[in-house]
């Protein structure tokens, strides 16, 4: 039976209500589309092993259907910013963030942040170094937040960071994959929701500068997925990525690295490149391995 995987309804917070979320992986492990290395749309179908409740019902619908029946939950209770609803603690998601410290949280470098929590928020600004990590690294999760832009705004958000220590004549950005936020219009390689010079978003679905928006990344070994503001944005193979500096379809990016190759275990960063970006409501899901 083919369906569509749905985040319900989101707790209302700052960024107001948040809308529903499609999810739309084919439970083979295989995306949707023929097209190399990522595709989107709305009107995307999975096929899954799913009770509609989060349970994998089915155990030969694939891994990936770990994430449809991730993100099927329904958290329609309010709850305040930096809090976890009591059907989220059900379904396993952590709060990586409470909203009042640091905690949990260091600089790529590994010392503290320099930047004190603003408003209930981490800003990766002046915090010392390239990068805010989570102290914890991982493998395979989903990863919901919201984030708040300021005008002219370069930043990201990192995934499967490992090490943190960066290369010689290279900053540790390369040793992660980033998903971009920049105060940017466009749906290019470098723009929000974009895998940063890896693949493009297909829409550009972000907030104007000073909204809240609402991000949801999936990361299953060698496959990301990105939801911004409900909208499926952005979906990779890194399996495809096999040689260096090159795309799927031949084309040159800036990274030295065949991502099929990346380690799908790291350091979450939020990167500081020069201007104020705000988190908030960091919450992770670990999903166990395929």
């Not at 984030?147 to 960066?166: D, E, M, R, Y």
């Not at 990346?262 to 500081?272: E, I, K, T, V």
């Amino acid at each position: 039976m083919l369906f569509r995987a749905r985040l319900g309804t989101m707790k209302r917070s700052a960024a107001g209500p948040r809308p529903q979320r499609v999810a739309s992986f084919d439970a083979s492990g295989k995306f949707g589309s023929p097209g190399p290395g990522v595709s989107a749309a709305p009107g995307d179908r999975a096929r899954s092993g799913c009770d509609g409740s989060g349970n994998v019902t089915n155990p030969l619908a694939g891994h990936l259907a770990v994430i449809l029946c991730g993100v099927a939950l329904t958290l329609s209770a309010l709850a305040a910013d930096n809090e976890l609803t009591e059907a989220e603690r059900k379904q396993g998601w952590l709060l990586l963030f409470d909203g009042k410290t640091t905690s949990g949280w260091m600089t790529s470098a590994g010392q503290p942040s320099k930047t004190p929590v603003e408003q209930g928020s981490l800003n990766p600004h002046h915090s010392g170094h390239y990068m805010l990590v989570h102290t914890q690294q991982w493998s395979n999760f989903l990863l919901s937040l919201d984030f708040k832009i300021s005008q002219g705004c370069n930043s990201g958000i990192f995934v499967h960071t490992a090490s943190l220590t960066p290369r010689p004549g290279k900053d540790v950005g390369f040793n992660g994959i980033e998903i971009a936020i920049d105060d940017t219009p466009g749906a290019g390689y470098h723009d929000t929701g974009a895998i940063y010079d890896l693949v493009k978003p297909t829409k550009q679905a972000m907030k104007p500068v000073g909204q809240w928006n609402h991000i949801e990344i999936a990361c299953i070994t060698n496959r990301i997925e990105v939801v911004l503001n409900g909208e499926p944005v952005t979906r990779a193979d890194l399996n495809l990525f096999v040689e260096p500096n090159k795309r799927p379809d031949g084309t040159t990016h800036k990274f030295d690295i065949a991502y099929k190759n990346h380690p799908q275990r790291g350091y979450l960063g939020l990167q500081d490149h020069g201007s104020p970006c705000w988190f908030k409501n960091i919450k992770l899901r670990p999903i166990p391995d395929p």
